[in-house]
């Protein structure tokens, strides 16, 4: 290929900006090479502000041609006269002189490099001073320089990260886990109120002094290794001020081990800090001291795992998985690459760059970059519910400030780039046509053209006829005369119960009758005025001798309806006593069936609505759509749940009231629905009823647009949720 041809391949419309420039690297910048990804890279590191910055070989070599007074645009043919394949083309250059100039690796030889520099310095500084005002996640301001106390205390540092400091990391870890699994039962009792006002104090103790841990144990591997530590901050995690190092003089070094330990030193740390904390929870009683070991419990943990542990987010573990699969910029090049399949396969531009430099980065790049964007709405969103649970104003603020963050700027700036980007060229008129169609035609599938609307409630299968038996006196039970499992008759005898004292009573009332009755004759006999007394105590009596005969004929306890008598309660309980109450078993008559559902107060629109179709799903048989002949919504509040099992105390959804033993009682108001089918179908895809099992039933009503039911599904969910 001739140079003729290279350089026609490799033209860019702001080769003329560049091309007479000349500039050198910094006579501050060192360089040495590294591996990533089998591949070969050069990482450039200024000695006085530590920044650093990674390019190829190829970059490199057209870097270190910038020498002897050379222009950018006598380098360049330089380049391309020793090795045309390999040099870099005209828009690279561009984009590697402007990616070092924001870096301040560059000098120019003119005049004015002074000044240059200081303005590069003041629009970094601005760049900086708006990420600090963007910043949603966390806001970072710099304190001072630790590498000089890091340097004294080297000899302690080697000590702890010894192979004697492995063993007794590794006996803290199992005594940890240890005192955790003795106290499983209560391990999560303390939970609800992590942020209580009154333990917000101690939660923050506990963030401050495992975050403090962490930034140590990342700055003392730094320098373990050789690396240099020079800055000492506090970082504004959701407005809370917790410490930070720069332990980035890591990313030069040669070994990937070194980088990995680096990147995992903190949260190492942290869970020490956490078993240390376990024990101290198991082993004190409730107070100060024991929440507070919890709550470093909790975050030493749960926060290592959910924030710096994973590699979706921006901190340790990120950086583990860019050493781990060997792609440096993993989450700016992963936006480069989803940005490229939306630029080449959407707007359809054909002079679109991927980022992705092989087969194996064109699948995984825009796989992280989906993936971590949705982990961070679900993180940010579920931390924004919790702390709205407790704090519902903050909760609104954050909520607004992720809305900013997450649709605001991204639309606006993406129509700046649609407007003034020049990428686009002379084909941003079609980008902007697609665009718009594109926008239209989402917006009016979801706004304008009506869709079924579906609602799904949990209920039970129930008979139209069942009866749930309990005893009505007590007593032991001494003969089975039905087995359970069988159909039974209305009126047949199921139990025989037995009380030992109740025929002594009997007798004794009997026997207080008739001497009451023998002073009614003498009171008689003797002309007597003073009866009604006589006659009260009589009338007193009977009543007392006709509730023990009721109680004596209890004991026989019977079948109110027809059906089958499930009694599985009864396997132990042959000749055992037998409170007043106790569950005996149920009866139920298979002829009919219903499902029962509860539907919150908030979903009072299914009044208003006609319901077109209803199936009913239950558990266990999911494969099967059952039909439904009948739906009624009762139009009043329900405060008793049909089964305990709808309730959350059973495992359901709605709330109950802790003061119900049985687990009946809702907390929240909810509608009855009942659905009455009869399946008269055979075979293997015939449904099995059975009285009390769940289902899920879905109610179809009148077909709306999906932006309609959205609003309104998150309008009930926050009425749910926050009471608004």
């Known amino acids: 290929m001739s140079l003729e041809e290279a350089s026609g391949k490799t033209f860019s419309?702001?080769?003329?900006?560049?091309?007479?420039?000349?500039?050198?690297?910094?006579?501050?910048?060192?360089?040495?090479?590294?591996?990533?990804?089998?591949?070969?890279?050069?990482?450039?590191?200024?000695?006085?502000?530590?920044e650093w910055f990674r390019v190829s070989p190829d970059a490199f070599a057209f870097l270190c041609r910038l020498t002897d007074g050379r222009t950018v645009d006598e380098a360049w043919n330089d380049c391309l006269a020793h090795d045309a394949h390999r040099a870099l083309t005209q828009e690279e250059v561009v984009q590697l002189l402007g990616q070092l100039n924001?870096?301040?690796?560059?000098?120019?030889?003119?005049?004015?490099?002074?000044?240059?520099?200081?303005?590069?310095?003041?629009?970094?500084?601005?760049?900086?001073?708006?990420?600090?005002?963007?910043?949603?996640?966390?806001?970072?301001?710099?304190?001072?320089?630790?590498?000089?106390?890091?340097?004294?205390?080297?000899?302690?540092?080697?000590?702890v990260y010894s192979r004697w400091g492995?063993?007794?990391?590794?006996?803290?870890?199992?005594?940890?886990?240890?005192?955790?699994?003795?106290?499983?039962?209560?391990?999560?009792?303390?939970?609800?109120?992590?942020?209580?006002?009154?333990?917000?104090?101690?939660?923050?103790?506990?963030?401050?002094?495992?975050?403090?841990?962490?930034?140590?144990?990342?700055?003392?591997?730094?320098?373990?290794?050789?690396?240099?530590?020079?800055?000492?901050?506090?970082?504004?995690?959701?407005?809370?001020?917790?410490?930070?190092?720069?332990?980035?003089a890591a990313w030069g070094f040669r070994s990937r081990r070194q980088r990995v330990l680096v990147g995992a030193s903190g949260v190492v740390a942290e869970l020490a800090l956490a078993a240390c904390a376990a024990m101290l929870?198991?082993?004190?009683?409730?107070?100060?001291?024991?929440?507070?070991?919890?709550?470093?419990?909790?975050?030493?943990?749960?926060?290592?795992?959910?924030?710096?542990?994973?590699?979706?987010?921006?901190?340790?573990?990120?950086?583990?998985?860019?050493?781990?699969?060997?792609?440096?910029?993993?989450?700016q090049r992963s936006r480069e690459q989803m940005r490229y399949l939306a630029e080449r396969y959407i707007l359809r531009l054909t002079n679109a760059q991927a980022a992705a430099r092989t087969s194996r980065e064109a699948i995984f790049l825009p796989l992280y970059g989906v993936a971590s964007i949705v982990?961070?709405?679900?993180?940010?969103?579920?931390?924004?519910?919790?702390?709205?649970?407790?704090?519902?104003?903050?909760?609104?603020?954050?909520?607004?400030?992720?809305?900013?963050?997450?649709?605001?700027?991204?639309?606006?700036?993406?129509?700046?780039?649609?407007?003034?980007?020049?990428?686009?060229?002379?084909?941003?008129?079609?980008?902007?046509?697609?665009?718009?169609?594109?926008?239209?035609?989402?917006l009016g599938t979801l706004g304008a053209v009506p869709v079924p609307d579906q609602i799904r409630v949990t209920g039970v299968v129930e008979a139209v006829q069942s009866r749930q038996l309990h005893t009505e006196t007590e007593g032991f039970m001494t003969e089975l005369l039905a087995r359970p499992g069988a159909v039974v008759q209305a009126g047949q005898p199921l139990v025989r119960l037995h009380h030992p004292e109740l025929a002594f009573d009997i007798r004794g009332a009997q026997m207080q009758r008739d001497q009451i009755l023998s002073q009614e004759i003498q009171a008689i006999s003797r002309h007597s005025t003073d009866?009604?007394?006589?006659?009260?105590?009589?009338?007193?009596?009977?009543?007392?001798?006709?509730?023990?005969?009721?109680?004596?004929?209890?004991?026989?306890?019977?079948?109110?309806?027809?059906?089958?008598?499930?009694?599985?309660?009864?396997?132990?309980?042959?000749?055992?006593?037998?409170?007043?109450?106790?569950?005996?078993?149920?009866?139920?008559?298979?002829?009919?069936?219903?499902?029962?559902?509860?539907?919150?107060?908030?979903?009072?629109?299914?009044?208003?609505?006609?319901?077109?179709?209803?199936?009913?799903?239950?558990?266990?048989?999911?494969?099967?759509?059952?039909?439904?002949a009948a739906t009624s919504v009762m139009p009043f509040e329900q405060g008793q749940l049909p089964s305990k099992a709808l309730g959350m105390a059973g495992g359901g959804d709605l709330a109950v009231s802790p003061s119900d033993p049985h687990g009946l009682t809702a907390a929240e108001p909810f509608f009855r629905i009942e659905s009455s089918f009869k399946v008269d179908a055979a075979g293997r895809d015939a449904p099995v009823f059975v009285h009390g099992r769940i289902g899920t039933m879905r109610i179809t009503l009148s077909k709306r647009p999906l932006l309609v039911q959205w609003e309104r599904k998150l309008r009930q969910f926050f009425q749910r949720k926050f009471r608004v």
């Open 102 to 159: 924001l870096s301040n690796l560059l000098q120019y030889d003119r005049g004015d490099s002074q000044a240059s520099l200081f303005e590069r310095f003041s629009k970094r500084k601005k760049r900086e001073m708006w990420a600090l005002m963007m910043g949603f996640l966390s806001i970072k301001l710099p304190l001072f320089d630790p590498d000089r106390l890091l340097a004294r205390a080297m000899p302690a540092i080697r000590v």
């Open 531 to 628: 009866l009604s007394a006589i006659e009260r105590q009589l009338h007193a009596v009977e009543q007392t001798l006709a509730d023990l005969h009721y109680r004596q004929a209890a004991q026989l306890i019977r079948a109110p309806i027809t059906g089958i008598w499930s009694a599985s309660e009864l396997d132990a309980s042959h000749g055992q006593w037998m409170a007043r109450g106790a569950a005996v078993g149920t009866i139920v008559n298979e002829d009919r069936w219903r499902f029962v559902a509860v539907l919150p107060q908030v979903a009072s629109h299914v009044f208003d609505d006609r319901i077109a179709r209803t199936e009913v799903r239950l558990r266990g048989q999911e494969g099967i759509n059952i039909p439904v």
């Open 281 to 331: 929870w198991a082993h004190t009683a409730p107070g100060t001291l024991n929440a507070l070991a919890y709550d470093i419990m909790f975050v030493a943990s749960v926060s290592s795992v959910f924030f710096n542990l994973n590699p979706l987010l921006r901190f340790d573990g990120y950086h583990i998985l860019v050493d781990l699969v060997d792609m440096p910029n993993l989450y």
């Open 375 to 442: 982990y961070w709405l679900l993180l940010m969103s579920t931390i924004i519910f919790f702390i709205a649970g407790e704090y519902l104003d903050l909760g609104v603020l954050l909520a607004v400030v992720l809305f900013f963050t997450a649709a605001v700027m991204p639309l606006y700036k993406f129509i700046k780039y649609l407007h003034s980007n020049p990428q686009l060229g002379y084909q941003r008129g079609q980008a902007v046509a697609i665009s718009a169609g594109l926008s239209v035609l989402v």
């Open 13 to 50: 419309d702001a080769w003329h900006r560049v091309s007479g420039v000349r500039a050198h690297l910094r006579t501050s910048v060192a360089s040495h090479r590294q591996t990533f990804g089998g591949q070969p890279w050069v990482v450039l590191r200024d000695k006085f502000s530590n």
């Open 166 to 248: 492995f063993v007794v990391y590794a006996a803290l870890l199992f005594m940890g886990a240890k005192a955790v699994m003795e106290e499983s039962d209560h391990l999560f009792d303390q939970s609800a109120g992590l942020l209580a006002p009154s333990n917000l104090g101690l939660l923050y103790v506990g963030f401050l002094l495992s975050k403090v841990l962490h930034e140590i144990s990342h700055a003392a591997v730094c320098k373990l290794f050789g690396g240099e530590v020079h800055k000492i901050g506090v970082m504004l995690l959701f407005f809370a001020p917790i410490p930070y190092v720069d332990a980035t």
